[in-house]
């Protein structure tokens, strides 16, 4: 039996379509780089904010979305497409943190979805994340940033760390104390604060992987009534949807592993004493374990892809997606240690570095990639649940997917 998928000759024209057009349109210099996503420099990012624009009217860059909110209403089979096409061009996709769309979808009123929405789809605005504050990380629902009525708007203070994006947005989202008085879980609302505004800051954090991520203050800020989505007592609700995403819910079809593939690479290619690394017993087990590791984890993210797609309701499956890939990802680059040596701590700007210093940014970016979207343990925390080895049991947030809503 073949259980391969074989795309139809409108879609092998389509991948045909889509290369052609990434070969005329990218030129080298404005490649992603590896290691950090957002960390670009400015002409790179200013080329990428053009070319989404241009992607977006082709209905290339949400290829999924709903036509009518300025997505390209495309096949499950063109989004994969254009995915790997994409991957294998190194472009750079979108600037919007995307874990906002779940919750216009879901959540926002019809006029929401056109003033937000649209924007984001279309390539015109961008928006970073804004939800982890200091004492809120892994106990996200601590939120106490606070919210006050002031006639029809509302007045925002408070603090937000690890806020990550390039250049500036035109707006925040995230979730806000809005009721001090009522019980967790049911105290926040989620709100879009635009940018700039007055008495809102941004604030550059420098971390282990460039400068991209921000330390925002808030003073007062003032934002209108219909900037928040949902009631005023479901922003965690909201934010679950938004979560759910951001834990791995939603997979990828891409199985490509650039720093694993490198790894085997230099294994078969540098010699020592005559005989190529890989032919070292101790060293040929860790490129093998590196390989293994790598594919189960594309494995992961493809099944909640396809889940996803085929709106199966999921309950573990995206924090083990997520909790996999970190892991492993960090045992890799052990392995690149153990494998490399001190070459692969040989960044960039070192002529000695191999293939331009990709495995030192790997060992930055695998050990900051550790946190994003809810730390290792919370991710334990959330299959424990989901499982029913835990004292609380929860069921996944309402996605897309599952909401029935036709794209996404
Ligand atoms: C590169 C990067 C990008 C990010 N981007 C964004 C962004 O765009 N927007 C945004 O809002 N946030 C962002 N974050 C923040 C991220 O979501 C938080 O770092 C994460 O939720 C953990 O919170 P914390 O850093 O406060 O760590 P803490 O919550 O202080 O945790 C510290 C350590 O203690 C462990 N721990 C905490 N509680 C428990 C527990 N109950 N059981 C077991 N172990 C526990 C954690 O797992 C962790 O190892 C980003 C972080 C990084 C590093």
Redesign the pocket.
Known sequence: MDFRYHYTKEQEEFRKEVRAWLEANVPDKMRAPYGSFYDLPENVYKFWRGKHKELAKKGWLYPTYPKQYGGGGLTVEQDVIIAEEFDRARAVRNFV?GVVFPALLIWATEEQKQKFLVPFLKAEKTT?????????????ANIQSRAVRDGDDWLISGQ??????QATPDYLF?PIMTDPEAPRHRNLGYFMIPYPSPGLELKRQN?L?GR??NFVFMDNVRVPGDHLIGGDHQGWQVAGSSLEIEHGGRGSPLQRDDYMKNLVDYARATTHKGETLGSDPIKQQLVIEAYADSHISGLFNLRNYWLYQIRREMSYEGSQNSLYGREYRMRNANRARDIMGMYSLLDDKDPGAPTNGMQEAFQRSSL???????????Q??IVARRLGISRTRERAAATPSTAGISGG
């Open positions: 943190n970073f994340q804004a939800f982890t504050e200091p004492q809120s990380g892994s106990d996200l937000k760390i690890f806020v990550s994006g995230g971390l992987n991209d991520q900051v990639g550790a946190h994003p979207g809810g730390a290792i343990e919370v334990k925390v």
